[in-house]
Nanobody
Framework: QVQLVESGGGLVQAGDSLRLSCAASGRTFSQYAMGWFRQAPGKEREFVGA????????SYADSVQGRFTISRDNAKNTVYLRMNRLKPEDTAVYYC?????????????????WGQGTQVTVSS
């Protein structure tokens, strides 16, 4: 069982940066691929970015490519999402998720464990 707790969300202005963190419980964090997803009001949850167990492989949604960076610190059981040049359309609840395998993935059904989410609001 893995528990995930996101933090770092908040209210920012367009063009600002934020770094989200996702702290995971358990001693096997380094074996899990991790992903970030988001859900805007009235919309379905969508993929943002993902990282494999070692951090060598990453993948991003087209809408955030070049602005967002996902990374992980296995010694701290934490995955991060650095968000630069934020836009109002990035406003959403951001969720981190963990797979029960080290291989990265981009589809929600491939993730077994989910956090409760953290709100990011970008004003124009």
């Amino acid at each position: 069982q893995v528990q995930l707790v996101e933090s770092g969300g908040g209210l920012v202005q367009a063009g600002d940066s934020l770094r989200l963190s996702c702290a995971a419980s358990g001693r096997t964090f380094s074996q899990y691929a991790m992903g970030w997803f988001r859900q805007a009001p009235g919309k379905e949850r969508e993929f943002v970015g993902a990282i494999n167990w070692s951090g060598i492989w990453t993948s991003y949604a087209d809408s955030v490519q070049g602005r967002f960076t996902i990374s992980r610190d296995n010694a701290k059981n934490t995955v991060y999402l650095r968000m630069n040049r934020l836009k109002p359309e990035d406003t959403a609840v951001y969720y981190c998720a963990a797979r029960n395998t080290g291989m990265g993935a981009t589809r929600q059904f491939e993730y077994l464990y989910w956090g409760q989410g953290t709100q990011v609001t970008v004003s124009s």
